[in-house]
């Protein structure tokens, strides 16, 4: 728990976007690093299986990706971190400093005000077409996209130049989905 003289940051509650969140106790300055995501790191292929067994219309995990090598499951020694729900208009970020994750401010929070970063939730091509509605967004920003998954890209004319540069890219730093919900999904209904 991150504490200053004045007292803990921020606090685990209920919270009316999902189950607990994490909601600032004292001002929380633009650029301050709230938070380090900890939790058990797993490789990928160990991250796909341990959620298998899952309800496949229940999106819930506590997984991030740090990088090609590895997740971190915040459901296994993890801290209040795993409680900061996502936002489409968020106030926070994340980032991968030394292959370790960090949550920070990118505004300036009030007391009282729910901390949350937008999980960006990568999209696969084995997705099932209902992805957007089990992963819906109900984070009520007026700007909510409806979904946690990443922004669906533009399909864009692939130049030699472009290939070349998405095949060096390392996949990003973002809350994951674990593989189950891309393979077994049965359809659901719109809550
Ligand atoms: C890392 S947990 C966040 C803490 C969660 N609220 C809890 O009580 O365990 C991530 C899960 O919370 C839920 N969640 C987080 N943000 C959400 C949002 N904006 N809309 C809907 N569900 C959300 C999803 O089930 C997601 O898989
Ligand atoms: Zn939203």
């Known amino acids: 728990m991150k504490t200053s003289i004045l007292g803990p940051l921020y606090e685990v509650r209920h919270s009316s976007i999902h189950g607990y969140g994490v909601f600032a106790l004292r001002k929380i300055r633009k650029g301050t690093r709230v938070i380090e995501y900890t939790g058990e790191r797993i490789n990928h292929q160990v991250a796909d299986t341990r959620y298998e067994d899952k309800d496949s219309n229940d999106n819930h995990t506590f997984l991030f990706t740090v990088d090609k090598r590895t997740v971190i499951d915040g459901g296994v020694d993890g801290n209040e971190a795993r409680f900061i729900n996502h936002g489409c208009d968020p106030n926070c970020e994340s980032a991968t400093v030394n292959r370790r994750v960090y949550i920070s401010?990118?505004?300036?929070?009030?007391?009282?005000?729910?901390?949350?970063?937008?999980?960006?939730?990568?999209?696969?091509?084995?997705?099932?077409?209902?992805?957007?509605?089990?992963?819906?967004?109900?984070?009520?920003?007026?700007?909510?996209?409806?979904?946690?998954?990443?922004?669906?890209?533009?399909?864009?004319?692939?130049?030699?130049?472009?290939?070349?540069?998405?095949?060096?890219?390392?996949?990003?730093?973002?809350?994951r989905k674990s593989k189950s919900h891309a393979r077994f999904r049965q359809p659901i209904a719109r809550r």
């Open 105 to 175: 401010a990118i505004k300036t929070i009030a007391p009282g005000e729910e901390l949350a970063y937008d999980y960006s939730i990568q999209r696969d091509a084995d997705d099932e077409p209902d992805v957007d509605v089990v992963f819906a967004c109900r984070c009520g920003a007026a700007a909510c996209r409806g979904s946690m998954l990443e922004p669906k890209k533009e399909p864009r004319r692939r130049t030699v130049r472009s290939v070349l540069k998405s095949s060096r890219k390392r996949p990003p730093h973002r809350a």
